[in-house]
């Protein structure tokens, strides 16, 4: 089972109706660490998510999403705090921005479960969950013990400049992060905010880093110094809200159906071949609205319709 940690909020994405000042603010369930669980669970693998989320209306509507993809969520925090909301500004390229509303939220105050199962094949964190306290302490020692057991682990920070008040401190946090990661994926635009490279952080402790670079595809750096990349397939892009949390989930699927959920594995895994399923997923996710991540197809599991796209 893997196992994805981190918030769940809701996007307040931009629609056309409005007054003809403001457009029209939709609700849709999102969180990267979110919609990586659901985009796992539509693909098909056993996932589960951790985090503590509203009893308000949003939540009960954020857990149903869970469930409805098959993700156990029975590592689930519950409280009274409001959920978390991002008010999504959607450029005319399809790029998203954020302006977030997370005071006194309930995936703030998550606290340290129990350890997790041993069933539990791969952890994966990331976004403002590594950010915002008391909440990040809480999943900062997660990912540090977890490592410490032998746990595969993805790490996505999939940075909201916004929310960070000491950028140095954050940048020297996500450093001592790297000897407990696995597998380090980021944007290039992350890449460039934090000031390193693959080759620098892959001497810190991951075994491979994944960037993804938009509407130019993916790319993996392993320890070995081999470096593969692939083209992102042309689709008509809504927006992008969720493809980098889609790329984590078909990472960690592609990886787990190659028995490659370990830290030797990621120097022989067929990276190109896990990087266009990850590079197609992404592109689906792009041709819908909102953090829509693998949207069922009809009469088809997700899994089987990227595998024939991509196959």
């Not at 954020?62 to 500004?89: H, I, K, N």
């Not at 939220?105 to 539990?120: N, Q, W």
């Not at 929310?163 to 994926?185: C, E, G, N, Q």
Request: glycine letters at 12%.
């Amino acid at each position: 089972m893997i196992v994805v940690a981190g918030e769940a909020l809701i996007d307040l994405v931009p629609g056309e109706a409005g007054d003809g000042v403001l457009p029209a603010l939709l609700p849709r369930r999102g969180g990267g660490p979110y919609n990586t669980a659901v985009a796992l669970g539509r693909l098909g693998a056993p996932a589960a998510f951790c985090s503590r989320v509203s009893a308000d209306g949003f939540g009960e509507a954020l857990l149903a999403g869970l469930r409805a993809a098959g993700v156990d969520v029975s590592l689930v925090q519950r409280g009274p705090e409001p959920t978390t909301l991002a008010v999504a500004d959607v450029g005319a390229d399809g790029s998203a921005g954020y302006a977030f509303y997370a005071e006194g939220t309930a995936d703030r105050l998550f606290e340290l479960p129990g350890p997790l199962p041993e069933t539990v094949s791969a952890l994966c964190l990331g976004t403002c969950s590594l950010v915002l306290e008391p909440g990040a302490s809480a999943y900062e020692a997660l990912l540090r013990r977890e490592a410490e057991r032998g746990v595969f682990t993805l790490l996505d920070p999939n940075v909201r400049a916004g929310l960070i008040p000491d950028a140095s401190a954050y940048r020297a946090r996500f450093r001592s992060w790297l000897p407990h990661v696995t597998l380090l994926k980021l944007s290039e635009e992350d890449a460039r905010w934090l000031g390193g490279s693959p080759e620098q952080w892959l001497t810190e402790g991951p075994a491979a880093v994944v960037v993804t670079h938009g509407a130019a595809g993916l790319s993996v750096h392993t320890r070995s110094g081999t470096r593969h990349s692939v083209p992102a397939p042309a689709v008509e892009v809504v927006d992008t809200i969720g493809a980098g949390d889609t790329v984590n989930a078909a990472l960690l699927h592609g990886l787990a159906e190659r028995g490659a959920l370990s830290r030797g594995a990621l120097d022989t895994v067929p990276w190109p071949d896990v990087l266009r399923f990850a590079a197609h997923a992404a592109a689906l996710a792009c041709t819908h609205a909102g953090a829509e991540p693998l949207p069922p197809a009809a009469g088809a599991p997700c899994g089987s319709v990227l595998k024939r796209r991509t196959g």
